[in-house]
């Protein structure tokens, strides 16, 4: 609800209803833009914002905007048929991950924007053959962080981690900066995992990774060779060489 009775937003009524068949943004067309939005007594609804990006990308919110257009709290669907191309067109790093993977993706969850930030809460989907659940949090201040607790029923590492033959970035969009992060926490509790061809139970990651380093807290697998492992360290990438 908006709070401040004397807002400028208070004196207008009405309905915004925005499409645009084909735009230009970071060098590439976006598609079938359209925003739908509607003033009611209480606020401002978003009955649909969605567009069409690289790789048949579709992204799309609906919800309330609140506090004079300062939170936005609503839904969020993504889904994409090669989000491959999608993290390249936005210049993301992914030649450390095998071309063959990151391609069909759909993801849904709740979503509260406000200013430095953004939540994404109640994360339901698939990537590739995994199933994700969990949470993410943006933060965008002096440093932009992610941060990930997820949950994944199975993950075929040996598939991620395959020589890379075809990396190419879609274009040059180093001030992106919405997707450069100077750091990365991820925990994950994956159910069932295939590395270096044999199979693993019960993994639980709590990692941190800036500069290129991957700072291992804790690693556990449950049912390593008929007992428990325990791992914790660093992975420098800046002095990875291949194998």
């Known amino acids: 609800e908006v709070t401040d009775k004397n807002s400028y ?5 009405g309905s ?8 230009k943004f970071l060098d590439y067309p976006i598609r079938d833009m359209v925003i739908d939005l509607k003033k009611e007594s209480k606020g401002y609804i978003l009955n649909s914002a969605k567009a069409t990006f690289p790789g048949n990308t579709r992204i799309g ?13 609503g839904y969020s669907t993504f889904n994409s048929d090669n989000i491959r191309d999608f993290c390249k067109w936005v210049s993301i790093d992914l030649n450390n991950i095998s071309d063959s993977r990151l391609r069909q993706t759909k993801i849904n969850s709740s979503v509260v924007i406000r200013k430095g930030g953004a939540t994404f809460a109640g994360i339901s989907g698939i990537i590739d053959s995994s199933n994700i659940s969990g949470e993410v949090i943006l933060r965008f201040q002096e440093l932009n962080n992610l941060a990930a607790n997820l949950k994944i029923d199975n993950l075929n590492v040996d598939a991620y981690i395959e020589k890379n033959t075809e990396e190419k970035s879609l274009g040059d969009n180093k001030d992106f900066e919405i997707f450069n992060f100077d750091s990365l926490n991820i925990n994950l509790d994956i159910s ?13 990651i709590n990692s941190v990774y800036k500069n290129k380093i991957l700072h291992i807290d804790e690693l556990k697998i449950l049912d390593f060779a008929k007992g428990n492992l325990k791992l914790y360290g660093n992975i420098d990438f800046n002095n990875k060489k291949e194998i």
């Open 9 to 13: 937003w208070n004196f207008y009524k």
């Open 61 to 73: 919110f609906e919800g309330k905007f609140k506090n004079d257009f300062t939170i936005f709290e």
């Open 192 to 204: 069932q995992a295939l590395l270096l061809k044999n199979q693993y139970n019960n993994i639980k």
């Open 16 to 23: 915004l209803l925005f499409s645009v068949g084909t735009a």
